[in-house]
């Protein structure tokens, strides 16, 4: 499966911006999906997840009621609608295709199973 990521930009702080990421393969319905960003000098990190039906959510607390993960599956699309930008925000966001959802947010640490990364967008908030 192939992610494609767009969306990304220079916006300033308080502003907003709407992440995509397009799969690829005839059975995204089924897909759990993630969003994960990495800084500059630091280790990448959890965003969102979204579970198969969509009907589940999990989010970092750093972005949490910020952030709101969905999709639309005759898309084949997943979003990341990013609110109230802050400049600790900016970093190369990353979809990715995960084996599982969990509402738990220490499941997405350190994972080295990960199905398939898209190519990162990068995210640019200015104070």
């Known amino acids: 499966v192939q992610l494609q990521a767009s969306g990304g930009g220079l916006v300033q702080a308080g502003g907003s911006l709407r992440l995509s990421c397009v799969a690829s393969g005839r059975t995204f319905s089924r897909y759990y999906m993630d969003w994960f960003r990495q800084a500059p000098g630091k280790e990448r990190e959890f965003v969102a997840a979204?579970?198969?039906?969509?009907?589940?959510?999990t989010y970092a607390d750093s972005v949490k009621g910020r952030f709101t993960i969905s999709r639309d599956d005759a898309k084949r699309t997943v979003y990341l609608q990013m609110n109230n930008l802050k400049p600790d925000d900016t970093a190369v966001y990353y979809c990715a295709r995960d084996v599982s959802f969990s509402s738990d947010t220490f499941h997405y640490t350190g994972r080295d199973d990960i199905i398939d990364w898209g190519k990162g967008t990068q995210v640019t908030v200015s104070s």
């Open positions: 979204i579970n198969w039906s969509g009907a589940f959510t």
